[in-house]
């Protein structure tokens, strides 16, 4: 996917905040709402609908006699009074009237504890198969109540009903590539942003008319921020998008259309606070540029997120390590070999968490370089991937067991261009600094075969983890780690 480019031609322009369409948003306001039909008593009630919702509407009010509450035999306890019982589709059509936004729930006649939904809509009902497991659902989106499902579902069929050539087309013409965030300048931004403060709201919504709330600062606003400053290490970073709950109304960061629904209206990249729809998710390029208040921590959070909220080539663990232990543990016997006292490199992976790269791991604090080198190989045993990714673990295996070594070096070349980039890049530093410790090999002992034995399970895990596999691909792990010692140029 081609990365987001800096447009040239607007280089000048003021910074225009995105026009977000209220189309959708007045489509919801309009959408029927649910109107709950009530059982009053024996579910063969010789009612017809309108008076029985008259009926209904004098019950919600009155004190309910609870012998007439439980004639409806079979109630679930998790369903209200809007349960018929066993009853045929025609005696429901009959009750809800012809209503829009009317429903009921019955039970099958044919197999008896299952629950069906019927809802007026469109001037037909809907009949819908519902289910419950603590929360109600007929398709993916879960429920606290009966009440909800049927709000949602209204809306959402109203809008898909009404707009569905318009949804269709919404992500063929995104704001996210056209309002040039990417081209603005932080003080541009702010600007834009303190000034804003004193213009009415409307001034950035064209077809509303009413009043409705705009978020002042957006993710998208922040990023166009971030996009002009620090992009000195553009590696592709997919973002991490979860389903989620929006409360108020919420526009789509990449279409600029409004996120209908009563929940789960979207997601939102947990990374990095991208809001869009779902469809709209997919057309998102790579370019999550995570923000630092989300990423909480430095050990076990993925690499390239660190890297990228960090903006930083290589993770400052490996970094601050790297320069500890060859500023002074280079000629350290046995050094990687050696562990150093776990409670002592817990601390370090702490420091980090807690002080980031103002850490300090000089000598007065961390006598023992033993520990500096343990708390670098626990940052790579913590990672969710491995610096050697799940994908890529069997091609490097394979790669290992070729017998030929011109071949075995070509086919680690290859897959080595499989690797993210924040990962290869990692690894590259990474064995130049072996590669100097196995240069000390009179007085560390360590050469690179020793080095392959305590990195290789460290650098690369299978993806399934069966102590079998770990054991019979412990010495290709080795050699992997020996090979790019060795060959340090295969890394460049
Ligand atoms: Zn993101
Ligand atoms: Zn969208």
Redesign the pocket.
């Known amino acids: 996917m081609a990365p987001l480019i800096p447009r040239k031609d607007s280089d000048a322009e003021e910074y225009q905040p995105p026009i977000w369409k209220s189309y959708l948003y007045q489509l919801q306001q309009e959408a029927p709402r649910p109107k709950r039909i009530i059982c009053p008593r024996e579910i063969h009630a010789p009612l017809g609908a309108m008076e029985l919702k008259a009926e209904v509407e004098e019950l919600e009010h009155s004190s309910f006699s609870s012998e007439l509450y439980t004639q409806v035999e079979n109630r679930p306890k998790y369903y209200g009074r809007e349960f018929h019982g066993i009853i045929s589709r025609e005696q429901a059509d009959e009750l809800l009237g012809g209503v829009e936004g009317a429903y009921i729930l019955r039970e099958s006649q044919r197999q008896p504890g299952c629950y069906t939904l019927a809802l007026r809509f469109g001037n037909q009902t809907l009949n819908y198969r519902l289910f419950y497991d603590g929360k109600h659902f007929v398709g993916e989106k879960r429920f606290e109540s009966i009440h909800d499902l049927v709000t949602d579902g209204l809306i959402t069929l109203y809008i898909e009903t009404k707009a569905s050539e318009y949804i269709s087309k919404m992500t063929t013409n995104p704001i996210y590539e056209h309002i040039g965030y990417a081209t603005l300048l932080r003080e541009k931004v702010s600007r834009r942003l303190s000034k804003s403060k004193t213009e009415p709201r409307k001034a950035s919504v064209t077809t509303c008319e009413e009043n409705v709330p705009v978020e002042k600062i957006t993710s998208l606003v922040r990023r166009a921020a971030l996009t002009q400053n620090d992009n000195h290490f553009n590696y592709e970073k997919a ?2 998008f979860k389903v989620h709950t929006f409360r108020g109304p919420h526009w789509c960061e990449y279409c600029a259309n409004f996120m209908w629904g009563l929940i789960a209206q979207g997601v939102r ?1 947990s ?2 606070g ?1 809001n869009v729809h779902k469809q709209c998710s997919k057309y998102v390029p790579n370019d ?1 540029q ?1 923000d630092l208040k989300r990423i909480k921590r430095v050990y076990c959070c993925d690499l390239t997120t660190l890297v990228k909220a960090h903006n930083t080539p290589r993770p400052m663990v490996v970094d601050i390590c790297i320069r500890e232990i060859e500023a002074r543990g280079l000629q350290s016997e046995g050094i990687y070999r050696v562990s150093g006292f776990t409670d002592h490199i817990e601390d370090v992976k702490m420091a980090f968490d807690r002080d980031g790269d103002k850490v300090d791991l000089s000598a007065n604090i961390y006598p023992d370089i033993n520990i500096i080198a343990g708390a670098l190989k626990l940052y790579f045993r913590d990672l969710p991937i491995p610096v050697i990714t799940y994908d890529t673990y069997s091609k490097f295996i394979e790669a290992a067991k070729l017998s030929n070594p011109d071949e075995r070096l070509e086919a680690v070349h290859e897959v080595l261009l499989l690797l993210p980039a924040a990962h290869y890049e990692t690894l590259r530093y990474l064995m130049i600094h072996l590669k100097k410790i196995t240069m000390n090999e009179k007085d560390n002992l360590m050469n690179a075969e020793n080095l392959g034995i305590v990195f290789g399970p460290t650098l690369m895990r299978p993806p399934e983890d069966s102590t079998l596999t770990t054991l019979n691909d412990m010495r290709y792990q080795k050699l992997i780690v020996q090979i790019l010692i060795e060959n340090e140029d295969v890394l460049f």
């Open positions: 973002h991490n990249c990374d990095c991208l999550c995570p």
